[in-house]
C-alpha cells in the first residue's frame, strides 16, 4: 500500500514535469511553424510585388523610348524648321532688294513673292512655336519619367535587399520544426502513457481502499454484534441470578 502510494505520487509529479516540457515544446512549434508561415507569405508578396514592380518600370521604361524618340523627331523637325526659316529670311531679303532696285516688273514680281515669303515665314514661326512648346512638354514628361523610373528601381533594389533575410528566416524555421517536431511528438506520447499508467495507478489505490473501507466496516459490525451479545447474556444472567434470589427470599 505504502510503496502503491509512493509510486502514484511518483507517477504525478513525473505528469506535471513533462506536462510543463510538453506546453513549452507546443509553444515553440508554434512559434516556429509561425515565423516559417510568416517568412513564406513575405517571400510570396515579395514575388508578387517585384513582379508588380517589373511590370510598372518596363512600361514606364516603354513610355520612356517612346517620349525621347518623339522629342528626338521633334528636334530634327525643328532643326529642319529653322533651316527652312533661314532659308526664307534670305529668300525675304533678296526679295526686298529686287523691290527696291529692280525695273517696275521685278518691283511687281518682289512684292507678290514677298507677300508669299512673309505668309511662309510666319507658318514656320507658328511651327517653330508648336515645337518648342512639344519638346518644353516632352522634356518635362521625360524627367517625371525618369524620376518615376529612379524611384521604382530604388524600391526594387530595396526588395532584393529583404529577400535574403526571409529566405535565411524560413531556412532556419524549417530547420527548428525539424528537430522540435518529432520532440513534440515524443513529449505527447510520454505524457499520453504517463496519463494512463497514473489513472490505472489511481484506479487500483481506490480499489485497495475500498476494499479496506469495507473490511473495517465489517470488523466494526461484527464487534458491535459481538458486543451486544455478550450484553445481552450477561442481561439474562442478572435476571437469572434476581430471580434466584427472590424465590429463596420466599421459601424464608
Known sequence: MVSLEALTKSYKIKKIEIAKLRRKGENALKEVISKKRRSSSGLSSLARKN???????????????????????????????????RHEQDAQDSAKQQSEYGGPEEKASAQERLKFIGEKIVELHAQLKDRELTEARLVKQIEDLQKEKAKLDSQLRKQAHIKPGLLEQLKSSEKA????????????????????????????????????????????????????????????????????????SKLR
Open 51 to 85: 513582379e508588380f514592380l517589373g511590370r510598372q518600370i518596363g512600361h514606364v521604361a516603354q513610355l520612356l523610348n517612346q517620349h525621347m524618340a518623339q522629342k528626338e523627331s521633334i528636334s530634327r523637325l525643328k532643326i529642319a524648321a529653322e533651316e527652312r526659316l
Open 177 to 248: 520544426e525539424l528537430i522540435l517536431r518529432p520532440r513534440v511528438q515524443s513529449l505527447i506520447k510520454r505524457d499520453v502513457q504517463t496519463t494512463k499508467m497514473l489513472q490505472s495507478l489511481e484506479k487500483r489505490l481506490k480499489e485497495i481502499v475500498s476494499r479496506r473501507r469495507k473490511t473495517r466496516a465489517k470488523t466494526r459490525t461484527k464487534k458491535a454484534t459481538r458486543k451486544k451479545v455478550v450484553k445481552t447474556a450477561k442481561r439474562k444472567i442478572t435476571k437469572r441470578k434476581a430471580k434466584a434470589r427472590r424465590s429463596k
